[in-house]
């Protein structure tokens, strides 16, 4: 079981539409959560973060996080032809003394017009 | 500088080569962080500083890669006697300081440098 898992895709949605990216860890203790989005031959780029369970809301993005369900989602509103790209999910595992990040494989979204 | 910076962009050499990628992180931040990126997959992690001490190289695959930060600031990652499964592109990621209770820092990542080994 890899540590990071991500539905590769695509997803398409319309327009306009609520896209919903999920993921799932497998380390219990893991404390920090990231969604990054990545253009075609480009770098990783930030999106969202969160720490705490629940939701974390930034314009159109959304972050929500459940530790018991070892869970975490991007839901994006109102879905953009430029929000096509591949979604990273990425952790940060335990035991809490190191900062690397254990990427996903990624989802790739497509929104079409 | 206003972001990561690493050169260079694009890197050929021929199997047996050494390389020498560079990244410079944003000015001020404390950690650094060094993944290989194969097509069609997320980043894995190799190795990270804080400041100039190197607090995990873990994910180095072999004895073959080498990284360093003896000032703190400009990191280099060395790949001697290249293989063609070190193709690949490297990212250089920075975070501005520890991480804490609440939890980490997040990390930039540069452009990257794409490596092709011929």
């Known amino acids: 079981q890899k540590e990071v898992e991500q539905n590769s895709g695509p997803l398409s949605v319309p327009e306009g539409a609520i896209a919903s990216l999920n993921c799932t860890y497998s380390d219990r203790g893991s404390q920090s959560f990231f969604w990054y989005r990545q253009y075609s031959g480009k770098s990783p780029e930030l999106i969202m973060f969160?720490?705490?369970?629940g939701d974390k809301e930034d314009g159109r993005f959304t972050a929500q996080l459940n530790k018991a369900s070892q869970y975490v989602s991007l839901l994006i509103r109102d879905s953009q032809p430029s929000d096509s790209a591949t979604y990273l999910c990425?952790?940060?595992?335990?035991?809490?003394?190191?900062?690397?990040?254990?990427f996903g494989t990624g989802t790739r979204l497509q929104v079409f017009p | 500088g206003a972001g990561v910076s690493q050169s260079p962009r694009y890197k050929v050499a021929k199997r047996g080569q050494d390389v020498a990628l560079r990244c410079d992180p944003i000015?001020?931040?404390?950690?650094l962080f060094w993944y290989q990126q194969a097509l069609g997959q997320g980043p894995e992690f190799l190795t990270y500083f804080q400041n100039e001490a190197q607090l995990d190289k873990s994910g180095l695959p072999s004895d073959r890669f080498f990284a360093e930060r003896p000032e703190g600031s400009v990191s280099t990652l060395k790949i001697q006697r290249t293989q063609q499964e070190d193709s690949a592109v490297y990212l250089c990621?920075?975070?501005?300081?520890?991480?804490?209770?609440?939890?980490?820092?997040?990390?930039?990542f540069g452009d990257g440098t794409r490596l092709s080994i011929l």
């Open positions: 990425a952790v940060n595992p335990a035991p809490y003394n190191t900062d690397k990040l254990i």
């Open positions: 969160i720490y705490s369970n």
């Open positions: 000015s001020g931040h404390v950690s």
């Open positions: 990621a920075s975070s501005s300081r520890l991480g804490g209770a609440q939890g980490n820092q997040p990390q930039h």
